[in-house]
């Protein structure tokens, strides 16, 4: 192990040639000898190279670790997996700030069967800690698993009271009401043996672990045995039992053909914050689902972000299973399989876990919804921020003092431009008021010439300037004549600057301004020479996101609106092709850029399009084109 040495850029930077090229892992620490951060390289000289380069190449959340940090030490191993596994170890150990950390912490509800007991006991727990216990799951609402539990009991009636029930019941020689109505075997009182229900235990878990065709196959046969020697009595008792299991196997969705095990991951991620969707299929089955939401602080690649995703879904949770899908692989993906491999072994199941990247078919198809799972995941985090009044306020309070504006901005309005390759230039305003969307005072503009973005800038203000300097709301009766305190624009320095020129232009004052850079805790203020820095942990860096993606939205759907509409009129001018026919062609090619790039035997593809009238079309959208 070695410590840092005195450099140019940071006081500690390590003196050339000192840092091994061996494979590692190293932390940073601070003054307090807290670690910040650890990582592991294949490589630790090319690796810690990044980290100290001149200060203003480095991303401001990098920049900010570093500066923190007092020294780095580094570990040198013997392989790419025993530095995977140290750097697993020392960020559960040491929980640095700085690495990829869990910023919702819900407990999910798993439905566990006790195992380990004399008496196993089925029962719905966010307990993950009992001894000799089997989970399933996690499942995102508790009453959808009491559903299910309910009917797994009248096939399986394991018991499913608490220890006080089952003892008191033992010493009274009656059983509980579970036991009265079948579902429970009652053990308590003999009805069966210990064995016989340790038995019933064995048969919910194997169900549960994706056997469930051959639990019913066997189900059936036994009622069809026993229905043929005239045992009516049980064979009425398996039918009921087979009606529950039909029950819960109609709630849970087949997704992928019968006996796949795999875990399905999805990814979403912006500048701030990623979130990972998983569901974990069993038997062809979905038996359990998970959402989550991490904050990512240091700059990393997919790849690192996927080995990440992984280690937090499985160190100390769940076994995975032997097939792990994921939209990236990650860095290591030989060194991550054989760790997810020793995660099965700890919970006493066989068999390597592959890591793969679904490129078609049912799995791609899973794969996709788990990433809209994701973004919807994403979206609900961000939102929860805004719409809490004590996390809007202080997002406004920090906005306010990170912009030296002499009150909070209770009314914001950010712009935002779109084009297709400088054409048909669009411009979106949207509002924010005490730090939540007025979508009722949302505007779109259309521009007819322009030279670049600057300029459309500069146009969309001057028209925003005009009603503010104009426009009296009581008298005009238009909510466009009000006044913001802070108009941001999507763009940086030139962007800011032009805005600046539009509104001097019209005389308006008093209006704070600034340009949101593409790294988003970057803020552009007309006058200055450098960025105004959002605090990574301020409330004001999200509530910028999100008026910078709402513009963003707005413009886009704006100009496909645009965009739909100029090649309906163009497609409405072709003899022989009515309203109905344009409406089919760009439902079914689902935009004017696929329309107009569509060869005449595609066109015939859409019902009522012959040769002709295809040919027809194509030349008209290409002459059109060509022109």
């Keep these: 192990m070695s410590s840092a040495r005195p450099s140019r850029t940071v006081p500690y930077k390590p003196a050339p040639g000192t840092i091994p090229t061996a494979p590692g892992v190293y932390r940073f620490r601070d003054e307090h000898e807290r670690v910040l951060y650890v990582g592991k390289a294949k490589n630790l000289r090319q690796r810690l190279s990044n980290y100290f380069q001149p200060l203003e190449a480095l991303h401001e959340r990098t920049r900010r ?5 007092v020294r780095v030490e580094w570990t040198i191993v013997a392989s790419e997996y025993e530095a995977l596994q140290l750097e697993f170890t020392w960020i559960k150990e040491y929980e640095p700030p700085f690495n990829v950390q869990f910023r919702d ?35 995102t609402k508790v009453w959808a698993i009491r559903e299910t539990l309910d009917l797994l009991l009248k096939a399986f009636p394991v018991r499913s009271c608490s220890q006080s029930t089952y003892d008191r019941a033992e010493r009274s020689g009656r059983p509980c009401l579970l036991g009265d109505i079948g579902k429970c075997a009652a053990p308590c009182v003999g009805r069966v043996s210990h064995d016989e229900h340790r038995d ?4 919910l878990v194997g169900f549960m672990n994706g056997g469930d065709q051959a639990v019913v196959d066997h189900m059936r046969e036994e009622m069809q045995r026993a229905s043929a020697r005239l045992e009516f009595e049980r064979a009425a008792r398996l039918r009921d039992q087979l009606q529950a299991l039909d029950a819960v196997l109609e709630r849970t969705s087949v997704v992928l053909s019968d006996r796949v ?5 999805g990814v979403v991620a912006d500048e701030l914050s990623a979130a990972v969707h998983l569901f974990a299929v069993r038997g062809g089955r979905i038996r359990g689902t998970k959402s989550w939401v991490v904050d990512t602080e240091i700059d990393m690649t997919d790849g690192e972000l996927a080995t990440q995703m992984l280690r937090i879904a499985y160190d100390g949770g769940d076994p995975p299973a032997r097939e792990v899908l994921v939209p990236k692989e990650p860095d290591l993906p030989d060194e991550v399989a054989t760790w997810l491999t020793g995660r099965r072994e700890d919970h006493g199941l066989g068999g390597a876990v592959s890591i793969r ?7 791609r198809r899973l794969a996709d919804s788990a990433t809209v799972n994701a973004a919807h995941a994403l979206q609900v985090a961000r939102t929860k921020r805004t719409s809490d009044y004590v996390t809007r306020s202080q997002a406004l309070a920090d ?14 309005e950010c712009f935002d431009v779109s084009h297709l390759g400088g054409t048909g230039v669009v411009a979106s305003m949207v509002v924010f008021e005490d730090g939540l969307p007025r979508k009722d005072q949302y505007r779109r503009f259309a521009i007819a010439e322009t030279t670049d973005d600057t300029d459309s800038i500069r146009q969309v203000i001057a028209r925003r300037a005009r009603y503010i300097v104009d426009g009296d709301p009581e008298e005009t009766g238009s909510r466009f004549a009000y006044t913001p305190q802070l108009l941001l624009v999507d763009g940086g320095r030139p962007q800011v600057q032009a805005a600046r020129r539009a509104l001097d232009e019209a005389g308006v004052r008093g209006v704070a301004l600034a340009g949101i850079a593409k790294r988003l805790e970057e803020l552009w203020l007309p006058d200055d020479d450098y960025p105004v820095i959002l605090p990574r942990t301020s409330e004001a860096l999200y509530l910028v996101q999100r008026l910078r993606d709402e513009a963003h939205r707005v413009a886009i759907s704006y100009q496909r609106q645009k965009r739909s509409s100029a090649i309906e009129t163009e497609l409405s001018g072709i003899p022989g092709l009515g309203p109905t026919r344009v409406r089919a062609l760009l439902k079914h090619f689902g935009s004017a850029k696929r329309v107009r790039a569509a060869t005449p035997e595609q066109l015939q593809e859409v019902a009522g399009m012959g040769p002709a009238l295809a040919e027809a079309v194509a030349r008209a959208l290409g002459a059109d084109t060509v022109e």
Excluded at 109 to 137: E, Q, S
Excluded at 261 to 265: H, I, R, S, Y
Excluded at 399 to 412: F, S, V, Y
């Design 105 to 139: 912490d819900k407990s999910y509800p798993y439905l566990a069967v006790t195992m380990g007991d004399d008496v196993p006991r089925a029962m719905i727990t966010r307990n993950r800690a009992i001894r000799g216990a089997r989970y399933f799951g996690p499942y």
């Design 261 to 265: 095990d795999a875990d399905v991951f």
């Design 399 to 412: 906005l306010q003092e990170a912009l030296g504006m002499a009150e909070a901005p209770l009314r914001i």
């Design 357 to 363: 990247v679904p490129q078609r078919g049912e799995k």
């Design 200 to 203: 019933l235990a064995r048969e």
């Design 65 to 69: 670790m570093v500066l923190t940090a």
